[in-house]
C-alpha cells in the first residue's frame, strides 16, 4: 500500500489530481475496512458456535435444530460450582488489580517513585500469560521457592509437603496470578492517561490545589483525579474483566480441576474425543458469553451505584480519611507485589539453568547452559514463524491504523463512539468464544494457507493495541504543520508521509513493539487458526508446559520474554538516530 | 479295453486339469503379488518429492529426535519433507480432520500420518475419517508376521481392517524415589495393585494418577480394572473384551469405583485435585512431592534423569501382578493430501531399520512390532541392545502382559469417574 502511494508521490506534477483522489479514496474507506474486518469475524465466529449450540452439526449428523446442547451442558456434573468459579476468579481478580492500582496511584501521585515502579512492572506486561502462571505456581507450590526458603531449618521438611496452593478449589492461585499480570497492564493504562499532556497538565495543577487547599495526597487524588481519569480507564478494564473470566491459560495451569473454570472446561469439551461433545461445548461457548456479558454489565452498574452513592463525599470536605496508614498499606503492598514477581523471576531464571535441584535446596546443585543449547536447536524454525506473523501483523494493523487516524483527521470528525467500542470487540468477546466458529469458517473459505489464517487472526487482537496507543499521539499532533504544507500545495497523501508520518516515528514504534509483544504471546489463535501446522515460540511453550520439564519451559518463557523487550529497547533507541529532529 | 481307454483319457484330462489348476494358482498368486509390486511401484513414484505432515504427540524430546531422525531418512531415500506437528493431545488433529469433512475438504486434508491408537482410533473409524486397506499392503507389513501374530491387526480389540500400520509397543512401567521409598519396614516398594493401596495409606499424598481422560491416567484406572477382575469368573471377565453396555456397566465397574474409593483419600491432595497431565506427574516427582509414579514410555525416564528434570536416585521398574500393554499405530485420513507419501513414510517405519533404531534405549526404547523370525540375519543384527541407564526398567523384567479392554470402556469410565470424583464435594 505504501509502494503505491510513495509512486503516486514521486510523480505529484504529472498527475496531481489523479493521485490525491486515490490517497483520499483510500483513507476514506480505511475506516470501513477496519470495521469489517473486526466485525465480521467476530461475528461470523459467533454465528457458526450458535448453529451447533442448537443442535445444528452436519457433520455430527445432527440437522435438527433444538435445545439438546443446552440440555447436555446442564446435566454436566458441577456446572454451577464451574460458573461461580469463573466469574468470582474473573471479578475479584479484575477488582483486586483495580483497586491496587488507583491505591498505587493515589499513593505515589506526583512522586519519581511512580516512575520506577513503573519500570519494574512494565517487563510484566510483556510476559505471555502461560509463562506467568508457571512462574507464580512455581513460587507458590509446596515444593516451590517460599517452601524452599524455609525448609528444612524452619519447617523440617525434607520432602514437600502435602500443601494447597497451587490449584486450590476456591480459585485463590488463579486470582493472584490474573491480578499480578493485569495490574501492570491497568497501571500502565492509567500512566498513558496521565501522560497526555493536556489532560495530565490539568489534572497536576488540580491536585495541587487541591494539596494546597490541605487534602491529603491520597484524598486528594480520588477526589479530584479519579473522576476524571476513570472514564478514560473503563473500557482497558473491561477489558481485563472480559479476558479474566474467559481466559483459558492461567486457570488451566494454576486452578484446580475437580471441577476446572467454565472456559478450561469448554476447552477440554471441544477437544474431546468424543466428538458430540462439541454441541455441548458450543452450549458452553454461549453461556460464557452471556456470563462475560453478565459481568460487564454487572461492572457498569456496580459503577453507577457507587458514583450515585459517594458523590457526596467529593464535595463535602473532609480532607482526610487516615490517609497515613493507606499510604502505609499502600507501600506494603507495594513492596509485596514488586517483591512477588521478582522472586518468580529468579525462579524462573535459575530454573533455566539449573542441573540436579532436589526440594528442600534453595538454589541448583550445578549451573548448567544443556537446557539453552538443546531449546535453541529446536527453535530455529518456531522462532521464524514467530517473528514472520509478528511483524507482517504488525506492520499490516499500523497501516490500516494509520489509514483510518488519517482519515479522521482529513474528515474533521471524531471517530464515533460506536466504532471506538468496535476496536474493543475481539477484547471484549471471549475469544474461546468465537475462535472455534472462526476457524471451522476459515476452514470453510481457505483451507490451505495456514499462515495467512493465523496472521488474520492475530490481526483481531493486535489492532485493538496498536490501534489505542497510535491513537492519543496522531490526535495530539499539531494539525498547523499540516495546513501549512498544504497551503504550500503539498497533495494530502504528500502531507500524509513527509510530514506527519517522520513526527510520529517513535509513536509508531512504541504502537510497533507493542504490536509485536502481543501477537508473540497468542496462544488459542494460533494454535487454531494454524490447525497446529505453525509453530511460535508461544505454542511450543505451552505444549512443552504440559509435556516436559520446568527448566525447559523456563527457557521458553525466557525467550517469551526477550523477544518482546528486544522490540520495546529498538523502539527506544532508534528515534535517538532517525528524524531526530521531529523526535525533538 | 475300453475302459482301459477311458481311464487314460480320464487321467489324461485330469492331469490336465491339475496342471492347469496349478498354473492357475501360479498365475494367481504371481499376478497378485505383482499387482502389489506394481501397487508399491505406483505409490512409490507417486509419493516420492512431496511434504508429509506428521501428527504426533510432542511432548517428549526423545521421541522427537527420533522423528527428526527419520525425517532425515525420508529425504534422502524419497526426498520426502516429513514435518512433525506436535499435538499436546492426539485429539486435536482427530477434530482437525473432523473440521476438514464439515467443511467438505474431502482430498485436501491438512493431516497426512497420524501417530494413533485406543479411543481416538475407534473414533476416527467410527467416523470413516481414515483411509482403508493400505498398511496390511505395505511390503515391510510382512516382517510383523500378521497371520500368527494379531496384535498388528487390532488396536484395543478393534479390528484395524488395513487402516493403520503399527508403529511400536508399550506397557505401563512405573518409576520411584529411592530416597523416599528406602525400603524400611512401612516403605517397601508396593509391586501389585493391593499393596499399591496399603502403601499410599501409609504413606498419604505421595501417590496420584492424572486426570481422565487423560491417556496416562486412563491406563492406570484399565489396569486396576483388569487387575482387580482376575479372580472374577470368567463370563464377567469376558466382558471386559465386549462393549460396554447398560447392564454390564455396573457390574464390571463397581470393583474398581469401590478401589478408588479406598484409595482417593490417600492420594495428593488428598484425591480433591488431579495432575493434568504424566508430564505434570514426572514434574511432581521431580519436586519431591510424589515418590511413584507411572508411564507409557519407559526411557523417557532415563532420559528425564540425563536432563536433570528427575533426581539421580530414580529407578524403574514393572509391577509383578501385570503390565498394561498395547500397541501403538500410524495412519491416514481419508482426505489425506500426499497418501503415496504417507504410505512411504508409514512403510519406513515399519523397517528392520527405523524399528531397530527405535527400539534402541538411548534413541527411544520403543519395543519393535516386527518379529525377529521374519528377518535375516543381518536385520537381527541391528537389533542388538546395549547396556542401560541405571534409572532404566531392567531388562526383562515384565513378568506379565495384561491386554487392553475394549475401547467402549474407556467412556464408561471416564464417564462414571466424572460423576463420581469429578466435582469435589
Known amino acids: 500500500m505504501s509502494v503505491v502511494s510513495n509512486k503516486l508521490a514521486a510523480s505529484p506534477t504529472l498527475k496531481p489530481h489523479k493521485s490525491a483522489d486515490m490517497f483520499s479514496k483510500l483513507v476514506k474507506l480505511s475506516p470501513r475496512f477496519l470495521l469489517a474486518l473486526l466485525i465480521l469475524p467476530v461475528i461470523g465466529g459467533l454465528i457458526s458456535v450458535l448453529l451447533p449450540a442448537f443442535g445444528y452439526a452436519p457433520v455430527l449428523e445432527h440437522t435438527t435444530l433444538g435445545l439438546h446442547g443446552f440440555t447436555m451442558l446442564m446435566q454436566t456434573p458441577g456446572l454451577t460450582h464451574m460458573v461461580m468459579l469463573s466469574v468470582g476468579t474473573g471479578l475479584i481478580s479484575t477488582l483486586l488489580a483495580f483497586i491496587i492500582t488507583l491505591m498505587i496511584l493515589a499513593a505515589f501521585f506526583n512522586s519519581p517513585w511512580l516512575n520506577r515502579i513503573q519500570r519494574l512492572l512494565s517487563p510484566i506486561l510483556v510476559i505471555p500469560h502461560a509463562a506467568a502462571a508457571i512462574a507464580v505456581g512455581f513460587l507458590i507450590a509446596p515444593s516451590g521457592m517460599i517452601s524452599r526458603l524455609v525448609s528444612p531449618w524452619f519447617s523440617g521438611w525434607e520432602l514437600a509437603p502435602n500443601g494447597m496452593f497451587p490449584h486450590d478449589s476456591f480459585g485463590i492461585s488463579i486470582i493472584l496470578g490474573l491480578t499480578l499480570k493485569e495490574l501492570p497492564f491497568l497501571l500502565l493504562m492509567a500512566l498513558g492517561v496521565l501522560a497526555q499532556p493536556e489532560l495530565g497538565k490539568k489534572l497536576r495543577q488540580q491536585h495541587k490545589v487541591a494539596l494546597n487547599l490541605g487534602y491529603c495526597p491520597m484524598t486528594a487524588f480520588f477526589k479530584v483525579i479519579l473522576p476524571s481519569l476513570y472514564p478514560l480507564l473503563r473500557l482497558p478494564i473491561l477489558a481485563v474483566l472480559a479476558y479474566a473470566s474467559a481466559s483459558v491459560e492461567m486457570p488451566l495451569i494454576l486452578g484446580p480441576n475437580t471441577p476446572p473454570t467454565l472456559a478450561v472446561a469448554i476447552m477440554h469439551w471441544f477437544n474431546d474425543v468424543d466428538l458430540n461433545l462439541r454441541i455441548k461445548a458450543s452450549a458452553g461457548a454461549l453461556l460464557q458469553l452471556i456470563l462475560t456479558g453478565g459481568l460487564l454489565a454487572l461492572w457498569l452498574g456496580g459503577e453507577k451505584t457507587i458514583k450515585a452513592l459517594f458523590s457526596d463525599l467529593l464535595t463535602n470536605g473532609e480532607r482526610e480519611y487516615g490517609g497515613v496508614y493507606w499510604q502505609k498499606i499502600t507501600t506494603v503492598l507495594t513492596v509485596f507485589v514488586i517483591g512477588f514477581i521478582l522472586l518468580s523471576l529468579i525462579g524462573l531464571i535459575m530454573w533455566s539453568v539449573a542441573g540436579f535441584w532436589r526440594f528442600p535446596a534453595a538454589l541448583p546443585d550445578q549451573l548448567t547452559l544443556l537446557h539453552f543449547k538443546s531449546a535453541l536447536m529446536q527453535m530455529q524454525n518456531p522462532l521464524f514463524n514467530t517473528l514472520a506473523i509478528g511483524l507482517v501483523t504488525t506492520l499490516f494493523a499500523i497501516i490500516i491504523t494509520l489509514l483510518c487516524l488519517e482519515s479522521e483527521q482529513l474528515s474533521a470528525k471524531p471517530m464515533s463512539r460506536f466504532t471506538s467500542l468496535i476496536i474493543y470487540l475481539p477484547l471484549l468477546v471471549p475469544s474461546i468464544a468465537f475462535l472455534f466458529g472462526l476457524v471451522w469458517l476459515q476452514q470453510l473459505v481457505n483451507n490451505q494457507a495456514a499462515f495467512f489464517n493465523v496472521v488474520f487472526t492475530h490481526l483481531l487482537f493486535v489492532l485493538p493495541y496498536v490501534f489505542l496507543s497510535l491513537a492519543s499521539s496522531y490526535r495530539r499532533l499539531d494539525p498547523r504543520f499540516a495546513h501549512v504544507a498544504a497551503s504550500l500545495g503539498a497533495t494530502p497523501c504528500k502531507v500524509f508521509l513527509h510530514v506527519k508520518l517522520p513526527q510520529l516515528f517513535a509513536p509508531i514504534l512504541i504502537a510497533a513493539a507493542l504490536g509485536l509483544a502481543i501477537s508473540f504471546g497468542q496462544y488459542l489463535p494460533t494454535l487454531l487458526a494454524g490447525g497446529g501446522r505453525i509453530a511460535t515460540i508461544t505454542t511450543e511453550a505451552v505444549t512443552l508446559a504440559n509435556g516436559a520439564s520446568r527448566r525447559t519451559s523456563a527457557v521458553y518463557a525466557i525467550m517469551q520474554m526477550a523477544l518482546p523487550l528486544i522490540g520495546f529497547i529498538l523502539a527506544w533507541v532508534l528515534p535517538k538516530y532517525f528524524f531526530k529532529s521531529a523526535h525533538r | ?425
Open chain 2, 1 to 425: 479295453m475300453l475302459a482301459n481307454k477311458f481311464w487314460q483319457t480320464l487321467s489324461r484330462y485330469s492331469f490336465c486339469c491339475v496342471a492347469f489348476c496349478i498354473c492357475l494358482v501360479i498365475s494367481f498368486k504371481s499376478l497378485a503379488s505383482t499387482q502389489l509390486q506394481s501397487r508399491w511401484q505406483q505409490v512409490e513414484s507417486l509419493g516420492k518429492d512431496q511434504s508429509v505432515y506428521f501428527y504426533a504427540w510432542g511432548g517428549d524430546a526423545q521421541i522427537n529426535a527420533y522423528i527428526q531422525w527419520a525425517a532425515q531418512q525420508v529425504k534422502t531415500k524419497y526426498n520426502i519433507n516429513l514435518v512433525h506437528v506436535k499435538l499436546s493431545d492426539t485429539s486435536e488433529a482427530v477434530s482437525r480432520v473432523l473440521a476438514e469433512k464439515s467443511a467438505n475438504n474431502n482430498d485436501r486434508g491438512s493431516v497426512d500420518l497420524i501417530w494413533i491408537n485406543g479411543a481416538n482410533f475407534a473414533t476416527m473409524s467410527e467416523h470413516s475419517l481414515l483411509l482403508k486397506q493400505w498398511a496390511n499392503k505395505l511390503p515391510n507389513f510382512s516382517y510383523t508376521d500378521p497371520s500368527n501374530n494379531p496384535a498388528v491387526n487390532f488396536d484395543f480389540g478393534i479390528p484395524t481392517n488395513g487402516m493403520e500400520a503399527p508403529w511400536g509397543q508399550a506397557s505401563l512401567t512405573f518409576y520411584y524415589d529411592s530416597l523416599a521409598i528406602d525400603g524400611t519396614a512401612n516403605n517397601t516398594l508396593p509391586t501389585t495393585l493391593n499393596q499399591l493401596l496399603s502403601w499410599s495409606a501409609q504413606n498419604p499424598g505421595r501417590f496420584s494418577y492424572p486426570k481422565p481422560p487423560d491417556f496416562l491416567g486412563m491406563s492406570f484406572l484399565k489396569y486396576a480394572l483388569v487387575m482387580l477382575h482376575q479372580q472374577s469368573d470368567e463370563t464377567l471377565k469376558a466382558q471386559l473384551n465386549q462393549p460396554a453396555t447398560a447392564q454390564n456397566t455396573a457390574q464390571v465397574l463397581n470393583p474398581l469405583w469401590d478401589f478408588l474409593n479406598k484409595l482417593h483419600p490417600t492420594l495428593w491432595r488428598d484425591g480433591s485435585h488431579f495432575m493434568q497431565s504424566g508430564a505434570q506427574m514426572r514434574r511432581l516427582i521431580g519436586d519431591t512431592e510424589l515418590s511413584i509414579a507411572f508411564t507409557f514410555s519407559a526411557p523417557e525416564v532415563p532420559a528425564a534423569v540425563k536432563r536433570y528434570d528427575l533426581p539421580k536416585s530414580i529407578r524403574s521398574y514393572a509391577m509383578q501382578d501385570g503390565s498394561l500393554s498395547n500397541t501403538h499405530f500410524v495412519a491416514i485420513p481419508y482426505n489425506a493430501s500426499h497418501q503415496q507419501s504417507a504410505q512411504l513414510v508409514a512403510n519406513f517405519l515399519l523397517s528392520p531399520e527405523a524399528q531397530a533404531q527405535k527400539q534402541k534405549a538411548p534413541i527411544w526404547g520403543d519395543k519393535s512390532v516386527l518379529i525377529q523370525s521374519t528377518l535375516t540375519p543381518q536385520q537381527q543384527a541391528l537389533f542388538k541392545t546395549m547396556q542401560p541407564h541405571p534409572s532404566a526398567l531392567p531388562l526383562n523384567s515384565i513378568k506379565r502382559t495384561l491386554s487392553e479392554p475394549h475401547p467402549s470402556w474407556v467412556n464408561a469410565i471416564i464417564q462414571g469417574w466424572q460423576t463420581r470424583f469429578g466435582v469435589s464435594q
